[in-house]
């Protein structure tokens, strides 16, 4: 413990009697839910040179407390202990689903006991063995706040070989090492990494898209008509580099007129490929639902908690299947789909993460670029300075000119395919 900078800890078995100072470290703050009675308890302790403040979530039948963390770059990470005791009926993890929905840090840990012995983590598709309501409330769980679980070791000291002790986070690419060693109990200790400098957010910056389809086409073409003449008269004067750069202004300068654009942002941009707009609006529905529960504590707002709760997971898994049975036509008519779903199921970002140089943290790309570029380029000898001749044959014939045509450059613009993205010049096919 003394070389963690978090820990995250269950079954403290401590009460209102003990204080933080009689077992813990000094140089620790200490956030902790008692039971109050045999046994359970959860705790979370942050080293004093993180800074960090408690999230105050109340919540009666869940063991759970939560502390976040703020990071040098100005971003925030939620942690969170869990305690399931053996026994417990799903509708802890329904509300634990609903305590993270609330959570407004771009980057989620949660980690502790979840006694949820019948999954089978080591299986391809990390679910195998597992069924039943309770499992069930889990996957949802998962599925709903986007996360990834990192554990796969036995963490129980005996012969079962059973994961009971889970760390779950919604940016897979930020825990590493991930290690199962020997503790204090019958549990192990699960030990890992996390890499806060060098981890993306997982959500995508705003950015403008045009929407094409509500284009006023009429209008541009008579714009460009009108301009047409200058543009005759300028062919004359500049070059073809400065011509490019003339007509390339006036196509953007049109579209920013004529096409009508939003701006595209991504709370999540880890969302499965099934959700839909009105899913994740009917998602926000549920969590405004548990927040007035969970503030008025009146049966009214409970039962209409639970018939968003009803409603939203049984959404979801229509959803999935309806998704699934059209994967394969969707696939064959556009490629892109294919990519789109193994991009959502990606367990890191494929990106190239920001980088550390000099003390500094790189983080656009053209500095990333060029501090890849500097870095490959100073492994390799420079070239040798000699002279370099070459015995060419002398060739008589010459190639003759390339001659442009309207027809030929009318029929590559109309075989360009106009789904695509734009280019480096941002034109739009």
């Not at 993180?50 to 999230?55: A, F, H, L, Q, R």
């Not at 939560?66 to 009926?89: D, I, K, M």
């Not at 329904?94 to 959570?103: A, M, N």
């Not at 963490?155 to 079962?160: A, G, L, S």
Request: with cysteine.
């Amino acid at each position: 413990m003394t070389q963690s900078k978090v820990v995250i800890g269950t079954e403290s078995w401590l009460d209102e009697n003990v204080l933080d100072r009689e077992v813990f470290p000094d140089n620790y703050l200490c956030y902790r839910k008692d039971r109050n009675s045999h046994g359970g308890g959860v705790f979370i302790l942050v080293h004093e040179s993180i800074v960090s403040k408690e999230m105050p979530i109340e919540t009666e039948n869940v063991e759970n407390v939560w502390c976040e963390l703020s990071l040098g770059n100005g971003e925030r990470l939620a942690v969170g202990a869990f305690y399931r005791p053996p026994g417990t009926q799903p509708n802890v993890l329904s509300s634990l689903s609903e305590i993270v929905s609330t959570i407004r840090c771009a980057k989620i840990i949660i980690g502790g006991d979840f006694n949820l012995p019948a999954i089978n983590w080591k299986a391809n598709n990390r679910r195998t063995g597992a069924g039943g309501e309770l499992y069930n409330e889990f996957f949802s769980l998962m599925d709903l706040c986007s996360l990834e679980q990192h554990v796969i070791e036995p963490t129980r000291d005996d012969k079962t070989g059973h994961i009971l002790d889970l760390l779950l986070s919604n940016t897979p690419d930020m825990i590493s090492n991930t290690q199962v060693i020997t503790g204090i109990s019958d549990h192990k200790v699960v030990v890992a990494d996390v890499n806060l400098a060098n981890t993306n957010v997982g959500r995508s910056k705003p950015r403008k898209v045009f929407l094409y389809n509500k284009a006023d086409y009429d209008s541009m073409s008579a714009a460009l008509d009108s301009y047409f003449p200058t543009f005759e008269t300028l062919a004359e004067e500049l070059s073809i580099e400065d011509l490019w750069r003339v007509f390339k202004n006036k196509i953007t300068e049109l579209t920013n007129c004529f096409v009508p654009s939003a701006m595209l942002t991504s709370k999540r941009a880890r969302d499965k490929p099934w959700v839909s707009r009105q899913l994740r609006s009917l998602i926000q529905k549920k969590r405004r639902a548990f927040l007035k529960y969970r503030r008025t504590q009146l049966a009214a707002h409970l039962a209409k908690l639970s018939e968003l709760t009803a409603h939203v997971k049984t959404s979801i898994h229509t959803a999935k299947q309806q998704y699934f049975q059209a994967f394969e036509e969707r696939v064959k008519n556009n490629p892109k789909e294919f990519w789109r779903y193994v991009r959502s199921n990606a367990k890191s970002d494929i990106s190239v993460p920001p980088l550390n140089h000099d003390d500094s943290v790189v983080q656009s790309d053209t500095d990333k670029a060029q501090l890849l570029n500097s870095f490959f380029y100073s492994v390799f000898n420079p070239p040798a300075q000699r002279d370099v001749s070459f015995d060419a044959p002398f060739v008589t014939n010459e190639m003759p000119p390339i001659t442009l045509q309207v027809e030929g450059i009318r029929k590559l613009l109309n075989e360009l395919d106009v789904s695509k993205a734009t280019g480096p010049d941002n034109i739009s096919p």
